[in-house]
């Protein structure tokens, strides 16, 4: 079993930057990939970035890609977004995701365990 807290939404202003964190509970954080999503109202759940335990290999959903970088520290059992560049579009509820295999996935149906999702709004 895997509990995820992330910590770290907010209101920024476009162009700002914010950065979340989710603490997971449970020795076995460094067997799964993680990933981000987000939900916009009226809008499916999207991959926004993943990475497999060991942190060697990551993803990111086109609309994110350069501005948006996914990183774990095992040691601590954390896995951070650190979003740059935001967009309008970029609001959402953004939700850390765990899945019980050592690799991502980009669909968020095959993910085990959700944090409560933290809510960050970027105004024009």
């Known amino acids: 079993q895997v509990q995820l807290v992330e910590s770290g939404g907010g209101l920024v202003q476009a162009g700002g930057s914010l950065r979340l964190s989710c603490a997971a509970s449970?020795?076995?954080?460094?067997?799964?990939?993680m990933g981000w999503f987000r939900q916009a109202p009226g809008k499916e759940r999207e991959l926004v970035a993943a990475i497999t335990s060991n942190g060697g290999n990551t993803l990111y959903g086109d609309s994110v890609k350069g501005r948006f970088t996914i990183s774990r520290d095992n040691a601590k059992n954390t896995v951070s977004l650190q979003m740059n560049s935001l967009k309008p579009e970029d609001s959402a509820v953004y939700y850390c995701a765990a899945r019980a295999t050592p690799y991502y996935s980009s669909y968020y149906y095959s993910y085990n365990y959700w944090g409560q999702g933290t809510q960050v709004t970027v105004s024009s």
């Open positions: 449970g020795r076995t954080f460094s067997s799964y990939a």
